[in-house]
């Protein structure tokens, strides 16, 4: 039986001294991150069921990770956090954490609140429109079952748009899940970014069907091309 792997990013090597053997036992196989940037690839590479995830990151701000990991995935976030200010607790939780535990916290209420997580888990998703498939976990694209190679970006914008094919989205809040909030009204950067995914997964990119243009709001992925 395989076992849920969990991956713990908290850069303080006493902390995951703890928590590796405590997950290990309780039937989880554990990955380490101890930067925002190695959670980002652990992320990538692993493709965790859960995610113990620490916000005083010395690189990036935990939320910051937060927000990039919600772009494309769906794996539940557990924050741990000696931060305990309310709002901290609200942001993070409007980032999308599934939970939020303080520190120092009880071994056993961890655990509690790990299996709960996990029972409320979604599968991991695989998503379609047309003859576009997305494998979110191993951030793979194909086209009518040709490989396509995506730069981070490129796939960020491509998963956004297929959670919600069909419907418009923003520039504004595309501009905000991909850049962050100090870049969403910098809409350059978006044309110049969906003007390259054009041109992977279009079969002519001066005459767009599956990226299409919502005057005056957005983008929208066609469900069907």
């Known amino acids: ?19 590796k053997p405590t997950l290990t036992a309780s039937g989880y196989e554990v990955v380490e991150a101890g930067t925002g940037h190695e959670a980002l690839e652990a992320l990538r590479e692993e493709a965790p069921e859960l995610v113990l995830l620490d916000l005083g990151l010395p690189d990036l701000d935990g939320k910051e990770v937060l927000r990039r990991l919600r772009i494309v995935s769906e794996t539940p976030v557990i924050v741990l956090s000696a931060r305990d200010r309310e709002e901290e607790k609200v942001m ?49 694209v194909t086209k009518s079952g040709q490989e396509v190679k995506l730069t981070r970006k490129e796939f960020d914008l491509l998963a956004l748009l297929a959670r919600r094919a069909g419907r418009p989205l923003t520039n504004r809040e595309i ?8 870049h969403e009204h910098d809409a350059q950067y978006l044309r110049v970014l969906v003007g390259q995914l ?16 919502e005057p005056g709001v957005g983008y929208r992925l066609a469900e069907e091309a």
Request: charged share 35%.
């Open 1 to 19: 039986m395989t076992r849920p792997k969990i991956l713990v990013v908290d850069d303080e090597p006493q902390i995951r001294r703890v928590l």
């Open 92 to 140: 993070a939780l409007d980032l999308g954490a599934d939970d939020y535990v303080e520190k120092p916290f009880a071994a056993g209420e961890l655990l509690a609140r790990l299996r709960a997580a996990l029972r409320h888990a979604p599968e991991t998703p695989r998503l379609s429109a047309g003859d576009i498939s997305i494998d979110v976990a191993r951030r793979k």
């Open 175 to 182: 501009l905000r899940q991909i850049w962050g909030p100090a």
């Open 198 to 213: 054009r041109a992977k997964i279009e079969d002519d990119p001066a005459a767009p069907r599956r990226i299409l243009n």
